[in-house]
């Protein structure tokens, strides 16, 4: 294997061979020399720069062809030609051949090698750059089993470390990358990629799908068997159907089309809403169709997980988009992105969004076309530098390839009118009188973890300063008072926290359907704003007392001086 060093001139030398030999910029004269012979391509005279890229990485092997089908899947970092292009990326690996094969399933301990070697299909169903995946039997059930590539690990762990020296290399000499965090992005890229070379993390996501979903009428889950799965074997129950694009043979099966497009699209939308944990890559090769219109659902290598803080900016930029109100939708928007740009400018993305939805708002929400609305999202995050962390990213991807899907089976296919009783059944969860008490409950456990925590605090501060860890000088009656004012501080803005708590919930139970909740209103009201009461007492009285005080000690001092 290449050492480090000579992989990053490789890198180099197929990078200024397809024209992106603006990397060469920042090296060391002696390491820029060998490479400076390379006749650079000119990418308008032969392909287009897309191109070029997509060849440069199919050339560099499959970490850089992982790297270029992750980054198709975030239109919010690349150009939209960028992305269609890298989508296209072909794994060139070869297959494994059979007798490394069997002497790689021999190596795992805890497999079930022998079964599984007396009845493996020696041509592989599925080849890729990480493993390849054999049909084969095991304690008479047909599984497949996916076999790690031997020596993919070392191979892709060095080539992290050049990918990182590479972003740190371009960040600095490339003033256009900067407020893209490169070494960031790079750092997200060989988190997943590492999750990736370890099926044990897939069977794992698989398992829980398979729990979560336990039960449910319309979609099929393979099972994992443990027995013969490792970190470098994963072996699964096997899925066969139809392929959900073969619209021959589910016409064929009596299967209807249109019905197909709302369950899948109602697994998908119970993934995101009600467990927040879902398939990250829907892509047709993954779905397979049974004649009574079940789905079976398979490779769980790409899998998000959404917080309900998340599906709430979700649920709020949507509302926003489809009243026209683009000070809510900016408001959801800002809250999925990764972080806000520190020379944000709030008044032009407002009007930028406007523009957006302007043409989404005019028509009724049926009419509204996610793909469309989403690109023009990605789009606008684009222009003012906002980026969208992993998840988000695979959240946007996995709709717009189940809108995709749902318009194959059915032109007339309506993805907002599924969506939309999903996202009202999670609004109506996060205002009920269960969901409000948790969050108070929350800010009590907060509250008296903070005050349990304060004692230790305090002394650990008491320690550093005797210590001599801080350059203060302070005597002990004058420490007194700023601790004093610190912890009541603290309690006024506890207290403030529990007070916007309330309004909030409040605010939210007024809101909602009077019907829903029916004799909690006049309790909930009443115990709401006496809590109001009494904290908003509790903060004047608080703020009120120290001037109160310093007054009185003032005219007191005045008097004395009088006498």
Sequence with gaps: MLSRRERLFQ????????????????????????LERVRLVDPDKLRPQPVHLRLALEELGPTFVKLGQLASTRPDLLPQEYARELARLQDSSPPIPPDR????????????????????DPVPLATGSIGQAHTAVYDGMDVVVKIRRPGIVDTV??????????????????????????????DQFAASMRDELDYLAEARSTERMRELFAGHPSL???????????????????????????????DA??????????????????????????????????LFIHSDGSIAMIDFGMVGSLSEEFRDALVTMLVGVSQGNARRATTGLLKLTDRASENLDRAALDRDVESMIRSHADRPLAEVRMAALLSDLVACLRRHRLRLPRDSALFLRMVITAESIGKGLDP????????????????????????LLHRVRG??????????????????????????????????????????????????????AVIAATINGMSHVVASEPQRYGRFHVPLMIGGTGTVGVLSAYLAASTATPRVRRVVSSLRERRRRTR
Excluded at 170 to 184: E, F, K, S
Aim: glycine share 8%; aromatic share 6%; charged share 25%.
């Design 11 to 34: 890198i180099l030398e197929v990078l200024s061979q397809h024209g992106f030999g603006f990397v060469l910029a920042g090296l060391k004269p002696e390491w820029r020399a060998p």
């Design 220 to 250: 099929i889950v393979p099972a994992v068997v443990w027995q013969a799965t490792s970190s470098r074997v994963l072996t699964t129950e096997r899925m066969s159907g139809m392929k959900i694009t073969d619209h021959t043979a589910l």
């Design 412 to 435: 007339d296919f309506d993805l907002i009118s599924v969506i939309r009783p999903f996202a009202r059944q999670f609004v109506l969860r996060r205002v009920s009188p269960e969901a």
């Design 157 to 186: 762990n060095r080539d992290l470390e050049v990918l990182r020296e590479l972003a740190v290399l371009i960040t600095r000499y490339w003033p256009g990358v900067g407020d893209q965090d490169l070494t960031g992005l790079v």
């Design 253 to 286: 099966a009596g299967v209807d089309r249109h019905q197909l497009a709302v369950t899948a699209t109602e697994i998908l939308c119970q993934m995101i809403f009600v467990h927040g944990f879902f398939h990250a890559d829907p892509h047709p090769g993954n």
């Design 101 to 120: 094969i069997r002497e790689l399933l021999e190596q795992e301990p805890d497999t079930a090698a022998e079964e599984i070697l007396r009845h493996i």
């Design 443 to 496: 800010l009590v456990e907060e509250a008296v973890q903070l005050g349990q925590d304060s004692p230790d605090v305090i002394r650990r501060i008491m320690s550093v300063l005797e210590n001599g860890g801080f350059d203060v000088h302070l005597r002990a009656d004058e420490l007194e008072p700023l601790l004093n004012r610190g912890e009541r501080i603290g309690h006024q803005v506890i207290a403030g």
